[in-house]
């Protein structure tokens, strides 16, 4: 596809894997350094000297336990910043996928939530990321995709899978949340359906509104937990179920973050594969980004 990218929030786990899926391609990559979503000016000349065809917009504030006590300035990033990303792009005509999360649903559902669930937060990360699902959507009606993630990990950045790469040298026994279900996305595989997303709705082929770019199939953390241990050799067995209670937080996590996919089906996109499958691919880059960190 013609036309340049855009990647804000570049210098991030998801970020990276973005660009990095992006390579051979016209590609401003933007970290926090070289642009702050807060900064309206900021956002406006960066997008009109870009002049993408299509932004992704990685950036945001993901410290959910941090925001319960820093609200404000989170709904800056993450609903103010989407904001400013939004009125640059419909100023330019650019298109803007805009990466948002399952903390928008209340959690408590049974069968996987559709694109057209209503919202319904219980943190105050939920609500920040659901301002800014709103902003894109107000400003850009037929060129802002939000794309809903979740339970993300990466070579890019410290995640869950990574931790249990590092404990399972280092204890014997792991007890970990069995009462918390969602769907493990490795950040390489969430990076090639962004972009995919953007050349299908640059062919018109994938109309705007909300995606969720989550794996397939669904686990607890236990059981992500436990084949982090298969894969590396390690008996799950070590792997202990525990409740959630057990590691009482301040913004309490969503007992139920499975997504449905059907948008991809009708855009005539795959979603993404089964969760195992893609641990069981990431985990060498994922080890050695733990060995490098390690030896650091």
């Not at 945001?60 to 300035?73: F, I, K, L, N």
């Not at 990466?99 to 408590?108: C, N, R």
């Not at 869950?160 to 280092?170: D, P």
Request: proline share 6%; aromatic share 6%.
């Amino acid at each position: 596809m013609s036309g340049s990218w855009l990647v804000t929030g570049a210098g991030g786990m998801l970020g990276r894997d973005v660009v990095a899926r992006l390579a051979g391609r016209p590609t401003h990559a933007a970290d926090r350094s070289a642009l702050d979503l807060t900064d309206a000016a900021a956002v406006r000349d960066a997008v009109a000297a870009a002049r993408p065809a299509v932004v992704v917009n990685c950036a945001a504030w993901t410290a959910v336990d941090d925001a319960e006590t820093r609200e404000p300035q989170a709904l800056r990033i993450n609903g103010g910043g989407a904001e400013h990303l939004a009125r640059a792009c419909a100023e330019t005509g650019a298109l803007l996928l805009h990466v948002s999360t399952d903390y928008v649903f209340a959690g408590d559902a049974t069968t996987p939530y559709p694109e057209s669930a209503p919202p319904g937060p219980r943190t105050a990360y939920g609500r920040t990321k659901l301002a800014g699902e709103r902003a894109v959507r107000a400003l850009l009606p037929h060129s802002g995709h939000v794309v809903r993630t979740a339970w993300l990990y990466g070579a890019g950045g410290a995640n869950f899978v990574r931790t249990m790469i590092r404990l399972e040298s280092a204890r014997e026994h792991l007890d970990v949340v069995d009462d918390q279900r969602g769907q493990p996305t490795w950040t390489a595989d969430l990076a090639d359906r962004l972009v995919r997303l953007g050349e299908a709705a640059l062919a018109g082929a994938a109309p705007a509104g909300y995606w969720h770019g989550t794996s397939s199939g669904h686990g607890t953390w236990c059981e992500l937990a436990r084949e982090t241990f298969r894969l590396l050799g390690a008996d799950p067995a070590r792997v202990r179920p525990t409740t959630s209670a057990a590691f009482a937080r301040p913004a309490p996590r969503p007992a139920y973050s499975v997504l449905g996919h059907d948008r991809w089906r009708e855009a005539g996109l795959a979603p993404i594969r089964h969760w195992r499958a893609a641990l069981a691919e990431a985990m060498p880059a994922l080890l050695a980004a733990e060995r490098a960190g390690s030896a650091a």
